[in-house]
């Protein structure tokens, strides 16, 4: 792994473009991802001051509960009103409670709940009480400003900018009307005395000083047009009123103020000056002071939507944000994939444009142009046609290939002229050979010294190899030979003629093969082909060995025709490789060695008629040459045949009888041939007794015979002379 990231030069296109785009992509995901979570945190923020919103809008009916009840008992409606009311506020506390059971608080939220928890406890024992007013009415203020407290830290959390002056400003306006409440209890409980006592009048007067205060703070943080809501809602003739009975109430003599009055002679007071009741009417009272909580009822209310409006919207466009960072990084993604793909798609077709052109000039057009030697110099261009890089690699190819093509053309030419050269001195030198037989043959004929005649059938034999030579030659300079049958001749006699071709034909053990015939135009180029591989297992074995050749029919009526021999063998791998150049040489592989022409002649021979060549090695020592004739090439043939051809026994070539005395053992060939190539294989089969005549022809002269024999319609073996 880690050489193959070192090696990057050796990476393949897509790879190298993913590794150029993987970096800015990478970059711009994680900055894509960042400013998503940022705004999906922000989102998740705004849906938990959403919740806290939700919490204050339902601690206000609590809140605005305790503070009629309050109202109820400075005023004394009686006990069905405060039932009433009792009803509502708990109804109010246990919204409140289910809201903050789905809410999540901060510790100072939930330190300050549970304070007001405890004393919303003690309500029922408040609501109980019905002597000391002024007592119960200090009681429930002292629970609405713990709620208020509850609401200034609920105010607190909220700290984005556009919404906290809007959430401190909706605590000022709920603490504005608590004190207009705190004033209309008071004023009402000191109606029903019909006079303030002094703690009452300063408790007034400090509330005022409040609201003022709270007013001016609400003025400072609210948006203009929160102030022009304010204002209209808090203004009118009962604001007025509200103000001078309120200053009233405040100015007028208290009912615990020192008293004053005349005394009679004897030093008792008879008429003592007690202060008059308040002179505002209760029902003024509530009617002012209640439209006044009711003007801060609107103002309320238009600050609750304002709050809920800004959250929802705050955590709709975050949300929105982030649905478009998302959409603008997946668009960008598929952008950048579907840019790296084209441009990816364009380098790789023309890359493969230019692979393909070039492998079909290497493997097709170029071959072909050496095999035919004909072709024109005008090129196919590289279907590349721009101007930037690829499109210059490829017009410099199209010159590099204009240029081979001439080459090869001019090449083709010479391998042309070199090959009819060859041909041409192959075809002389087989004419001369062939002269050169027939006045051998011509001497033979007359000849009557036995010693001499031996010399003659060795130099008739020599001129035979000599011909199958030059033969070789015109299969390996791709021509043809002129030796052809026109008539189906016996598998036996194309063995024979096959040992009678080679140099030491004397060591060949020829076995009776099946009664099949071989085609005429096949026959020859199996002579040949059979020949080299004989002559091949006698050179690579013992002369004292035996090279068995035998035939048989196989599954499918193919002739298996096997060259045994008991030499020196071949290992696994030069067989494999010997098997590859027999496959190879028939796809027109030119001779790279010069000792392994008798490979490329054998292959080509096989290649031409379909035949079938292979090498295996022995389990003991030797190498057996397998050869496979199809069916149509070597049919089977009818029993007259045999009858009419005479005796077909399994025969061994001997040397060449002289007039007198036993036949001459043949000279021992232990060096390689030229034209040698391989080791043939298979268990010698002991030879079989000689016939009582021996054939007078020559080595040469017996497949001539035999040929002759055939056109007369003779058997081709004659009588010694």
Do not use: C
């Not at 009055?261 to 509530?286: R, V």
């Not at 040397?655 to 000279?667: I, K, L, Q």
């Not at 021992?668 to 041939?673: F, Q």
């Amino acid at each position: 792994m880690f050489n193959a990231l070192v090696n990057w030069r050796n990476w393949r296109l897509p790879v190298k473009l993913a590794a150029v785009l993987i970096v800015p992509v990478f970059i711009a995901v994680g900055a894509g991802v960042l400013q998503i979570q940022s705004h999906m945190e922000r989102a998740e923020s705004y849906a938990a001051l959403q919740r806290l919103v939700k919490v204050r809008s339902a601690l206000i009916p609590v809140i605005e509960g305790v503070q009629a009840e309050r109202r109820i008992v400075a005023e004394g409606s009686g006990p069905q009103a405060l039932q009433e009311q009792i009803k509502r506020t708990d109804d109010a506390r246990t919204a409140l409670r289910a809201q903050v059971a789905k809410t999540s608080l901060s510790q100072v939220v939930t330190a300050r709940m549970d304070d007001v928890r405890s004393r919303i406890a003690g309500l029922p024992a408040l609501r109980e009480k019905t002597g000391d007013v002024p007592g119960v009415i200090k009681e429930y203020t002292s629970l609405t400003e713990a709620m208020l407290d509850v609401d200034e830290v609920l105010a607190s959390e909220f700290g984005d900018a556009a919404l906290s002056r809007t959430a401190m400003g909706l605590h000022h306006a709920l603490h504005v009307q608590e004190q207009v409440l705190y004033q209309q209890a008071v004023v009402l409980s000191g109606l029903t005395r019909g006079q303030l006592v002094t703690a009452e009048v300063r408790s007034l007067v400090e509330s005022n000083v409040k609201l003022g205060y709270i007013a001016g703070q609400f003025a400072a943080l609210a948006t203009p047009e929160q102030l022009s809501s304010y204002w209209s809602f808090f203004n009118g003739p009962d604001i007025e009123a509200h103000r001078k009975m309120l200053a009233t109430a405040v100015l007028h003599p208290t009912s615990d103020a020192p008293a004053t009055g005349n005394t009679t002679g004897n030093g008792t007071g008879n008429n003592a000056n007690k202060p008059k009741p308040l002179p505002i009417a209760a029902a003024d009272w509530s009617k002012a002071s209640g439209a006044v909580a009711k003007s801060l009822d609107g103002v309320v209310t238009g600050l609750q939507n304002d709050l809920r409006d800004t959250a929802n919207r705050l955590r709709d466009e975050t949300s929105d944000r982030a649905g478009a960072a998302s959409a603008i990084l997946f668009a960008s993604l598929i952008l950048a994939g579907t840019v790296g793909f084209v441009v990816g798609r364009y380098l790789l077709r023309s890359l493969n444009a230019l692979r393909r052109s070039a492998l079909e000039v290497a493997w097709h057009k170029l071959p072909e142009m050496v095999a035919t030697g004909r072709g024109s110099t005008e090129i196919e261009a590289v279907p590349v046609d721009t101007t930037e890089e690829f499109g210059q690699v490829a017009r410099a190819f199209d010159a590099v290939h204009q240029q081979a093509v001439k080459s090869v053309i001019e090449q083709a030419a010479m391998r042309a002229n070199m090959r009819n050269i060859f041909v041409n001195l192959s075809r002389r030198s087989q004419s001369l050979v062939e002269r050169q037989l027939k006045l051998m043959e011509e001497l033979e004929k007359y000849e009557e010294d036995p010693d001499q005649l031996a010399n003659l059938f060795k130099l008739d034999h020599l001129a035979t190899r000599m011909r199958r030579n030059n033969e070789n030659l015109m299969v390996l300079s791709g021509g043809d030979v002129a030796r052809r049958f026109h008539r189906p001749i016996p598998l036996t006699d194309v063995l024979r003629a096959a040992a009678a071709e080679i140099e030491q034909y004397q060591r060949v053990m020829v076995h009776t093969a099946p009664n099949a015939e071989v085609v005429g135009y096949v026959a020859s180029d199996l002579v040949r082909l059979l020949a080299e591989l004989l002559d091949n297992a006698t050179a690579f074995s013992p002369p004292h060995t035996q090279v068995s050749i035998s035939a048989s029919i196989e599954a499918g009526d193919i002739v298996q025709i096997d060259v045994v021999d008991n030499g020196i063998g071949i290992d696994q791998e030069a067989l494999a490789v010997v098997n590859h150049r027999l496959e190879a040489a028939g796809e027109g592989v030119e001779v790279q060695v010069f000792r392994e022409m008798g490979l490329f002649v054998v292959g080509r021979l096989a290649a031409r008629h379909q035949i079938v060549v292979r090498l295996d090695a022995q389990q003991g020592k030797g190498t057996r040459a397998i050869v496979l004739v199809p069916a149509e090439l070597a049919p089977r043939r009818e029993e007259s045949w045999e009858s009419f051809r005479g005796e077909a026994v399994e025969q061994q070539l001997p040397v060449r009888p002289t007039t007198s005395g036993p036949a001459r053992e043949p000279e021992s060939v232990s060096a390689r041939g030229s034209d040698s190539w391989f080791e043939s294989p298979a268990a010698v089969v002991p030879p079989p007794p000689a016939p009582a005549r021996q054939s007078p022809e020559s080595a040469r002269g017996f497949l001539d015979a035999f040929q002759r024999g055939v056109q007369r319609g003779l058997p081709d073996r004659q009588e010694s002379r």
